[in-house]
């Protein structure tokens, strides 16, 4: 396990270690230091390139419970670290990628939701686990391919695929496979960027509980019928 | 198996359904075994979420009333509010009830109303075998229209409804049904039915009415004087037969008609003391001019006298046009009686073929094994078909609706009778049979071979999704257009295309098979029939589904998946904004609970663990306190791999 940790949290050395981190306990109520206890390792780094904000002052603590500095070297560790990003990906992949512009998802009901938060992971791990098949196939590394493109591969090849016999769908089948593993991303270069976000602005005032969340007005009439002119 | 209404469970049912339960004395999978369903449907039914069809409910009732678990005496009123309360789309049939409580166990004898002359026992008419008896399909609430005036009516408000409707759309059948249930309720009936002819027979309707009724009276003078039998033997003469000694009606023409008009006056009036009286008029636009003045006399009889009558008028529509002269004699009614209109419009589509495969499972065809009703003649199932339309069009006398099936929606019967499984015969043994899967119906009819999501489809095989379907007995009885497999992988492909909308996804789906083979329907379900099977579906098969699928699957030579011989995998929590409805809200909160600066949204929680070589989600939790993601991974990494290594926010 590897994780960060909190600007606030004060920890002790206990033994230091070759490759400049030092083993320590962490409690689970580390105010007072009582509960249970962990032995972990911590970790400290600083980036050193003068064009990132805060290089050389900003220091970022790992912790990990792999203890052994020669099996897993503090550096590597440190560098492996900011990989956790891949996590923010693949939970942006069905937010961006499958569902585009739509804000909320669509069920009325929480058992509908459920389905189709169900649903939508199911797509997003088929298309990945078809996209692993095909970097096998290929030999290279499944994060390299494009997620777009084997959507797009996908849509084209459902009309092909049903109208055509089993013998030779299964040739096309890995025809299209080798396809998806042609569309590769360009590498991935260091990418640092502030956690913020731009806000929308809008002229109308927000809706406030009191709007009351009814949906609105609607008539089954001309405009005709309700207008009155005033003398 | 049907579901409740969208939103919340129906708590009052499902506790109505587990006192009756737990009265009969059986364990939800006892239940089960006996009615036919699987434990889990009976769960489903105790907690609110779905209700029984029609064939597992009666077999409930039968059980219950075969164990006496009725209170006393009012197990038809009970029967009756269960019936109501369980949102059932077709009536509850009182010729079965009756015969249901009839065979029970001896009623308690009813005190009888009124003095000696014996009321004649109301006959439950046994259904002549073989002959097609359609269930009164669409019209409840025509039919609870009728329950109120009739109410109305026994509290001493002489009542008028008119039926209203076009030719042959089933305005007599929706009468004799009401009248069949009034007559259970203890009401006297008379009918009269106003043929083409009848305008050339003064009075004939009433004649038809009130005939047979004195007939079966055993002492007519107990109702008449001797006097008004004697105005009355004008019209029926038979009377005179059975009381020689009846003086002459009177000779003058002048006054002749109105003691007349008072004789029936008084007659029914006599009835109504008895019981309340339902007058039934058929076809109102063919009665001749003198019956129309004997009602508005009557009408003001009763107005005047308070009677408890219901008087139950059916008329075309055509022959109501605002100028005639029937509308006018019902505008001079409705003076002494409240005349209320019932109009009755034309069966919806999935009424039209409700009534249709409830006909269809009724008539127990003897050659429709399951290879021959999937029938690989096209041109066979075809002529039966066709051959069943022109005995439903005898049988309801003309059903307007019928025709409709024959004339437009020949194509899609004809391919649901294809796909006509066993259920007749589920039916009919009763106990449990092995529920039909899809493995045994024929390889060309199978409707989950049409759809195709081409290259997911070897990610995730069909066979995949029938088996969970087993497990979790999802199975139904008939085939459908989106049955659950498809409904499955349309709900996948959803998201896979986010910018189309649902029926276009299905369209997609659908659009390889469509090109070379030709029984799949050209026409796309509607939005509501998605929700609608969406909502059957439910949501623990997906889970289930997703459970399975998911999981680390990068290997030590996949590059980038594995580091120093651990496997990479992160973890973060992350939300999903929902609809803002109030089961929505109630599930899911929003960020916070102040109301300034909460998202616009409930949002959904999840914690995402996640295979970093492969960007595979391995495991995915869903959390309900808004809190930061630390506290949310302990149960997730419970679930983690020994030796697999994480980088977690801390």
Aim: some cysteine; charged content about 25%; hydrophobic content about 40%.
């Amino acid at each position: 396990m590897l994780g960060r940790l909190k600007k606030n949290v004060l920890l002790t050395p206990f033994v230091s270690l070759a490759d400049g981190s030092y083993l320590t306990h962490i409690y689970q109520d580390q105010d007072h230091r009582t509960g249970a206890s962990m032995l972990v390792r911590v970790i400290s780094y600083t980036f050193t390139d003068a064009r990132i904000p805060g290089a050389g002052e900003q220091v970022s603590r790992l912790v990990t419970t792999l203890l052994d500095p020669f099996l897993f070297p503090a550096k590597e560790l440190a560098v492996l670290f900011p990989e956790r990003w891949h996590v923010e990906l693949v939970i942006g992949e069905p937010r961006t990628v499958l569902r585009l512009s739509a804000r909320t998802l669509r069920s009325l009901t929480p058992q509908g939701v459920i389905q189709e938060l169900s649903a939508l992971l199911l797509a997003h791990t088929l298309l990945r686990t078809l996209m692993l098949q095909a970097a096998t196939q290929q030999g290279i590394a499944p994060t390299a391919l494009s997620l777009t493109e084997t959507i797009r591969i996908l849509d084209e090849s459902v009309l092909p695929l049903g109208m055509v016999s089993a013998a030779r769908r299964h040739t096309m089948v890995l025809a299209l496979l080798d396809e998806i593993g042609q569309q590769r991303l360009p590498k991935q270069r260091v990418r640092i960027q502030a956690r913020v976000v731009k806000r929308t602005h809008s002229r109308y005032g927000r809706k406030k509980p009191e709007h009351g969340l009814a949906p609105p007005l609607e008539l089954d009439l001309d405009f005709h019928q309700i207008l009155a002119l005033v003398t | 198996m049907k579901t409740s209404s969208y939103g919340e469970p129906d708590y009052a049912f499902g506790q109505r359904m587990l006192t009756l339960r737990t009265q009969i004395g059986l364990t939800q999978a006892g239940l089960g075994e006996r009615l036919g369903v699987s434990r889990r449907a009976v769960v489903k039914w105790e907690g609110g979420l779905s209700y029984p069809s029609v064939g597992h409910l009666q077999a409930l009732i039968a059980l219950g009333v075969e164990l006496h678990v009725f209170a006393a005496g009012g197990e038809a009123e009970e029967i009756r509010a269960l019936w109501r309360v369980s949102h059932q789309k077709v009536l509850l049939d009182e010729q079965w009830l009756q015969g249901l409580l009839a065979t029970g166990r001896p009623r308690p004898p009813q005190p009888r109303r009124g003095s000696s002359p014996a009321r004649p026992s109301t006959t439950v008419e046994s259904r002549p075998p073989g002959q097609l008896v359609a269930p009164l399909v669409g019209r409840a609430a025509a039919f609870s229209q009728l329950v109120d005036r009739y109410q109305q009516a026994q509290q001493g408000q002489p009542q008028a409804a008119l039926l209203v409707g076009e030719a042959g759309i089933g305005k007599t059948r929706l009468a004799r049904e009401f009248v069949a249930w009034a007559r259970t309720r203890g009401a006297e009936v008379l009918s009269g039915h106003a043929f083409e002819l009848g305008g050339r027979l003064p009075y004939q309707p009433l004649v038809e009415a009130i005939g047979p009724r004195l007939e079966e009276e055993n002492a007519p003078e107990d109702l008449l004087s001797d006097l008004w039998l004697a105005e009355l033997s004008r019209l029926l003469p038979e009377l005179r037969v059975r009381s020689p000694d009846l003086p002459a009606p009177t000779q003058d023409e002048l006054t002749a008609k109105i003691r007349l008009f008072e004789a029936v006056a008084r007659l029914l009036e006599a009835l109504t003391q008895r019981a309340p009286l339902v007058l039934l008029f058929d076809d109102l636009h063919w009665m001749d001019g003198a019956s129309l003045d004997l009602l508005r006399y009557l009408g003001h009889d009763w107005s005047r006298q308070s009677s408890r009558v219901l008087l139950l008028l059916t008329v075309r529509s055509e022959g109501l046009g605002p100028q005639s002269q029937l509308a006018v004699e019902l505008s001079d009614l409705g003076r002494d009686l409240s005349v209320s209109q019932v109009s009755l419009q034309p069966l919806s589509q999935t009424e039209t073929i409700q009534l249709l495969e409830a006909v269809v499972g009724a008539r127990e065809p003897g050659e429709a094994s399951p290879s021959r009703a999937v029938a690989a003649q096209p041109g066979e199932s075809e002529t039966k078909l066709s051959g069943l339309g022109d005995i439903l069009f005898a049988q309801t006398g003309g059903h307007r609706n019928t025709v409709q099936i024959r004339r437009k929606e020949r194509n899609e019967t004809r391919r649901r009778m294809r796909w006509h499984t066993r259920s007749h015969q589920h039916h009919e043994k009763g106990n449990r049979l092995m529920i039909p899967t899809i493995r045994q119906i024929q390889e060309e009819s199978k409707v989950c071979q049409q759809i195709d999501l081409g290259l997911l489809q070897e990610v995730l095989p069909s066979a995949k999704i029938e088996d969970l379907l087993e497990t979790y007995q999802m199975w139904e009885d008939r085939e459908r257009k989106l049955n659950m497999v498809v409904l499955t992988y349309w709900l996948i492909a959803l998201h896979v295309y986010p910018r189309v909308s649902m029926r276009a996804v299905y369209a997609k789906l659908v659009s390889g098979q469509r090109a070379w083979r030709d029984d799949v329907p050209q026409q796309t379900p509607v939005k509501s029939a998605f929700s609608y099977r969406r909502e059957h579906l439910g949501s623990e098969l997906l889970e289930e589904l997703f459970v399975q699928c998911a999981g680390p699957k990068a290997t030590e030579q996949t590059p980038g998946a594995f580091w120093h011989g651990l496997r990479r995998l992160s973890i973060d929590g992350t939300v999903e904004s929902v609809p803002d409805t109030p089961s929505n809200r109630e599930a899911f909160r929003y960020s916070t609970d102040d109301a300034e600066s909460q998202s616009p949204f409930p949002q959904a929680r999840l914690v995402v663990l996640v295979e970093c070589g492969t960007h595979l989600i391995c495991d995915a939790e869903r959390s309900r306190v808004p809190t930061r993601g630390s506290q949310q991974s302990a149960p997730a990494l419970a679930a983690m791999e020994v030796g697999a290594e994480p980088a977690a926010v801390g």
